[in-house]
């Protein structure tokens, strides 16, 4: 009884299926996913950029903050016009980085400290440096059409200008002019980041050869980048030539920028859940050969109803982690959101997601303004609360966990081609990714102890001396040890499985209740800045003393305290873990 039992529990989970039968939950549906930006993680050699061995040297911090993978930002060869995100050669570890020596270290010691490993993958583009592209800009016959290769107009003064209206994600035309082809290709981010053409079947199956290539290396996964920009319209449809996009309306942007157009023939074609179910076959092949899942996840800045296609759709399947953008996008709203909104966003992923696939919580990336900078520092272990405790799966952007704010980067050390591309040294920070991009900061040595270079390849952001890995672990209280606690915490059932309600108390209060059987947790948090009293008996079966398992640093209260559950007074900023007496 018990082996078929196991042999059916195997069976589950091999066919890398993500419906949670609620009878063993597989590795990565719980996981705490750690964003490593190797560039700024670690460098392990002096030369001022982070590197692959610098990532390995500093595994035990992962294993230490309770993470169960880590997700590397690219790190295949790369002329680092956008710091990876232009591959010229995705079987080649980029020097910079290291060596596959340093790769398999980093497997290695991985392994022994049970910490995954997940890959990033760029397939949208390659760089203009690739070998493909050059050979595909000679015409050679094998590599012709792996890019999208469009003649342009002449006006009458004899200038060639581009197919059609399509604008890139980096500003101005998506099309460059390639003299050696005398035609434009396509390019959605930078000029230098061509865009292959998915619509030949040679670039997919070389695409697939890749995945399979470092899924084989003992890989626990990858995240496809942009995936929802891989296809553009089919030229054929419009009688061979792309049509031009319409203007958005957007009053805000200026006629060279992204915003002005409504990308109705540049993302989320149709295509692209059928490629993304062609993918998953290649995960899955591995996953049952090896009888370990090996993770995809999946980058789309779209719409919810079609983030949530890439679950998969009928016999369709998708990835295991479509990322959600919810909490981000709250907070791309500047100041003008609440807890009603944070509700909202949570309730509307619940809602739109597959019932029986797990759900997943980030709250930053490279991209994106440091939370303690763009909210504020006393709400980082709130932040963390809500990435940590909700259903599914966990994100967290290096720093996360120390609350790191952005590094102030002056122009003349701005490395970030978005905010280069401005060529305006005071508009420039408006896009610049730089800040959330600044070195690690582990202790309040030289350059952070990132780096023993004189000059790292960004400065260390200002408050490093405070705001680091060795002195938060020495202090009584830090968002550090905040952290730790909520990673403890996850390991709980009611966490892990539990059932999940919510209510905004008050415009500023969001409250949320997690419960497995007789175990039940509400985690609250203030993020008005006044203080609050709330009654939290409007959650059913709540009632009498509750005890705090966690507390915001600024909170009062600290580990084992019992709060009234009907009237909770609730300092500004604060945040708790409380669990109800049994
Ligand atoms: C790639 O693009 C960059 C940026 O436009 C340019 O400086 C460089 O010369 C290009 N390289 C090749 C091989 O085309
Ligand atoms: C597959 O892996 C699971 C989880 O690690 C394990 O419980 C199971 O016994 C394995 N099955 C086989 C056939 O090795
Ligand atoms: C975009 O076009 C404007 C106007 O032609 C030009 O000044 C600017 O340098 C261009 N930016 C990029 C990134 O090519
Ligand atoms: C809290 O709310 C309950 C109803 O849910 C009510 O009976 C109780 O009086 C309230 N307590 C306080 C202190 O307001
Ligand atoms: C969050 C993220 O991964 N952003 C990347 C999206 O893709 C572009 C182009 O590949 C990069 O520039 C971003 O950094
Ligand atoms: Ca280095
Ligand atoms: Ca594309």
Same mark, same amino acid.
């Given at each position: ?15 890398? $299926? ?5 009878? +063993? ?8 996913? @750690? ?103 000679? =015409?050679?016959?094998?590599?012709? &059409? ?26 101005? $035309? ?16 930078? +000029?230098?980041?061509?865009? %292959? ?17 470092? %899924? ?56 692209? @859940? ?14 049952? #050969? ?42 791309? +709203? ?13 309730? #509307?992923?619940?809602? @739109? ?16 303004? #440091? ?16 990435? %940590? ?44 990714? &730089? ?34 890995? &060795?002195?938060? #672990? ?8 905040? @952290? =730790?606690? %909520? ?96």
């Amino acid at each position: 009884m018990f082996k078929l039992f196991v042999i059916y529990l195997s069976a589950v989970t091999v066919r890398g $299926s993500d419906q949670n039968f609620n009878l +063993k939950q597989d590795w990565w549906e719980t996981a705490v996913i @750690y964003q490593i930006y190797v560039r700024s993680f670690m460098d392990s050699d002096g030369d001022g950029i982070g590197d692959i061995a610098g990532v390995t040297s500093r595994l035990d911090h992962l294993k230490e903050i309770g993470a169960d993978a880590a997700w590397l930002s690219p790190i295949f060869k790369s002329p680092m016009n956008d710091f990876g995100f232009d591959v010229a050669d995705y079987y080649t570890i980029e020097p910079h980085y290291g060596t596959i020596e340093d790769f398999d270290q980093l497997l290695k010691k991985a392994s022994e400290l049970n910490i995954k490993i997940i890959l990033d993958f760029v397939p949208n583009h390659t760089s203009n440096e690739s070998e493909w592209f050059i050979k595909s800009s000679n =015409r050679d016959e094998y590599y012709n &059409d792996w890019y999208i290769w469009a003649n342009g107009h002449i006006d009458c003064d004899g200038n060639k200008l581009p197919p059609n209206n399509w604008i890139s994600l980096f500003g101005n $035309s998506s099309w460059s002019y390639m003299p050696n082809r005398d035609q434009f290709y396509l390019h959605q981010f930078g +000029k230098a980041q061509p865009d %292959l053409n998915f619509r030949s079947p040679v670039v997919v199956d070389e695409i697939k050869s890749i995945i399979k290539f470092w %899924l084989e290396t003992g890989v626990a996964g990858m995240r496809i980048n942009a995936v929802n920009l891989i296809f553009e319209t089919d030229k054929d449809n419009f009688g061979g030539t792309y049509p031009d996009e319409p203007k958005s309306g957007n009053l805000h942007s200026s006629s060279n920028s992204y915003n002005y157009l409504d990308h109705i023939y540049t993302k989320d074609q149709d295509e692209t @859940y059928e490629l993304v179910s062609q993918f998953r076959e290649v995960f899955d092949a591995i996953s049952i #050969r090896d009888n370990l899942t090996r993770v995809m996840m999946t980058d789309a800045c779209t719409n919810i109803k079609n983030a949530v296609k890439y679950y998969g759709e009928g016999v369709q399947s998708g990835a295991h982690v479509p990322f959600n953008f919810a909490l981000i996008e709250v907070l791309d +709203k500047g100041s003008d959101w609440d807890a009603r909104d944070i509700k909202y966003a949570i309730d #509307r992923w619940m809602t @739109y997601k597959p019932l029986m696939k797990q759900a997943n919580w980030m709250i930053g990336n490279q991209d994106k303004s #440091r939370l303690a900078s763009r909210v504020r520092p006393d709400l980082v272990d709130a932040f963390n609360m809500l990435v %940590l405790l909700l259903p599914g799966v966990a994100i967290t952007y290096m720093g996360e966990e120390i609350g790191m704010i952005n590094g102030a980067v002056p122009w003349s050390n701005t490395k970030d081609p978005l905010a280069c591309n401005t060529d305006d040294p005071v508009k420039y920070i408006e896009v610049s990714r &730089d800040p959330a991009r600044t070195p690690f900061q582990w202790s309040s040595g030289k350059n952070a102890g990132f780096s023993t270079a004189h000059k790292t390849w960004l400065p260390v952001a200002n408050g490093y001396k405070n705001i680091n890995v &060795d002195s938060q #672990r020495s202090a009584a209280r830090s968002h550090y040890k905040v @952290y =730790r606690t %909520l990673t403890k915490l996850r390991s709980r059932t009611a966490f892990r499985e539990g059932r999940y309600e919510s209510h905004a108390l008050h415009p500023d209060v969001f409250a949320f209740k997690r419960w497995y059987k007789h175990d039940t947790y509400i985690v609250v948090m203030n993020f008005g800045k006044t203080y609050r009293i709330v009654n939290l008996t409007a959650f059913d079966l709540i009632f009498g003393q509750l005890e705090v398992e966690a507390s915001s640093v600024l909170s009062s209260r600290t580990y084992s305290d019992n709060v009234p559950s009907d009237y909770l007074d609730l300092a500004a900023d604060e945040a708790l873990v409380l669990r109800m007496q049994v």
